[in-house]
Structures are given as structure tokens and as C-alpha cells.
């Protein structure tokens, strides 16, 4: 079965620090697909990335960057130069081949990172 | 704009109650999915659907059921509302199998549930 670890229930450091939030899985599938979403405190869950399994290019968007590792089974998140509006609920999210072909059976999420950026 | 938009956004409830929660998404999209948020549990699939007339059991379907008549609604049914079906429910649609280039899931913004 599928299964997702976010191990840091909450997160908290002062602005402008580098914070990584961890994600490991679990999956007997050789093809997967790996999501982070954001869910502020407004509640509303913003999509993040989405990384393929057959892909384990590292990708940086702006202060955003993320390391995925097969060998560690791991899809680690990292904020540069964090900013108080990065404060939020992070989730790591992680999807099969289903039975509909290619992942549609749902996310398995992780229980997510409560991350606190204080001025 | 198409969007997926979720009713009622707050509801307080009865024990044995039957609920329903609305979902309905303006993009046609073939995928829907019901999740339930609670604290230490992150975010669990309740039910899902793949088009009109499909729909499969996910991890915490006892107590919930869901009917696709058609291809923009997915409504969340709660036979007999208990207090641990209190929860935030989350809706969601994608495109094609999230394994497909570039396919994402589009949440709602949910609907706060209370039973009392």
C-alpha cells in the first residue's frame, strides 16, 4: 500500500531563513507521480509541483526549489529566503497507476507540515 | 473562469442525520474525488469517480456514499451523521488520471461539517 511521512508535524522560523520540509514514501508501483500542495490559512489547497516518477530532475521555481531522490524515496521542499506569506500547511501528496491507468485513483497524503514564518 | 465550487460551505448537523454535500465543477472535467481533512490525518479519500455512472469506494467510505449522474456534480451523501464524520470535506476534479503530462487535481475550497 501506499503510504506518505511528513515527519515535521510544524516548522517555525524567522523570516528570511532557509527551511526544508521532508517527504518520504511508500509505493510497490515502479510508476508514481508525486505532488506538494499549500493550504494557507484561508484553507483553500493551492497546487505546488507534480514530479513523475521516470523524472528525478530537481526543479527551482523562483524562492521554491525541490530535491526528488529515488534512492531515499524522498521528495524534499525547500523555501529560500522564507517570507511570512509562506506560512501555511504543506502536504506532500503521492499517486498510483489505478485501475483507470495512469494515477487516477486519488492522492495519498502525507499529514502535513504546519510551517510558521515569524517576522 | 471554470472552477469547482463546493456547497454549503459551513454546516452544523443531528446525529443520524442525512447530509448531503454539494460539488460541482465547471471544466468537464472526467475525474472527481471527495477527501476528508482532519488534524493528524492530513487529507483522505473518501470516494472517486472516473465519469457518469462510475464510482469507487477509497480509503474511509464507511458511513459516505456518492452518485454521478452527470459530468459537473459529484454530491457527498452521509447516510446517518455521526460526530466522527465531523470534519472538513474537501472536492476535487482533474482533467485525465493524474498520471498524464501536466495533470494536476483542482480542490474546491471545502465545506466545514459539524455534528452535534
Known amino acids: 500500500a501506499q503510504k506518505v511521512t511528513q515527519a515535521q508535524t510544524e516548522i517555525s522560523v524567522v523570516e528570511k531563513e532557509d527551511v526544508t520540509l521532508d517527504c518520504v514514501y511508500e509505493t510497490r508501483d515502479t510508476t508514481y507521480y508525486l505532488f506538494w500542495y499549500k493550504q494557507p490559512p484561508s484553507g483553500e489547497l493551492v497546487f505546488l509541483i507534480r514530479r513523475n516518477s521516470f523524472d528525478e530532475q530537481n526543479e527551482i521555481s523562483g524562492r521554491y526549489s525541490w530535491n526528488f531522490q529515488k534512492s531515499t524515496s524522498s521528495f524534499n521542499f525547500t523555501i529560500t529566503a522564507s517570507q511570512v506569506v509562506d506560512s501555511a500547511v504543506y502536504f506532500c501528496?503521492?499517486?498510483?497507476?489505478?485501475?483507470?491507468?495512469?494515477?487516477?485513483?486519488?492522492?495519498?497524503f502525507g499529514k502535513g507540515t504546519h510551517l510558521i514564518i515569524q517576522p | 473562469d471554470a472552477e469547482i465550487t463546493q456547497s454549503p460551505r459551513h454546516k452544523i448537523t443531528e446525529t443520524g442525520r442525512q447530509v448531503t454535500l454539494a460539488c460541482h465543477q465547471t471544466w468537464n472535467h472526467n475525474n472527481m474525488f471527495w477527501y476528508r481533512q482532519d488534524l493528524g490525518h492530513g487529507l483522505r479519500l473518501i470516494h472517486y469517480?472516473?465519469?457518469?455512472?462510475?464510482?469507487n469506494k477509497g480509503e474511509v467510505s464507511d458511513g459516505y456514499s456518492v452518485s454521478r449522474s452527470n459530468t459537473e456534480d459529484l454530491p457527498l451523501t452521509l447516510e446517518s451523521a455521526a460526530s466522527s464524520q465531523t470534519s472538513v470535506y474537501f472536492c476535487a476534479s482533474s482533467e485525465s488520471p493524474l498520471g498524464l503530462l501536466n495533470t494536476e487535481a483542482f480542490f474546491g475550497q471545502g465545506t466545514r461539517l459539524t455534528v452535534v
Open positions: 501528496a503521492l499517486s498510483e497507476e489505478g485501475r483507470g491507468g495512469g494515477g487516477a485513483d486519488g492522492l495519498t
Open positions: 469517480s472516473y465519469g457518469v455512472q462510475d464510482t
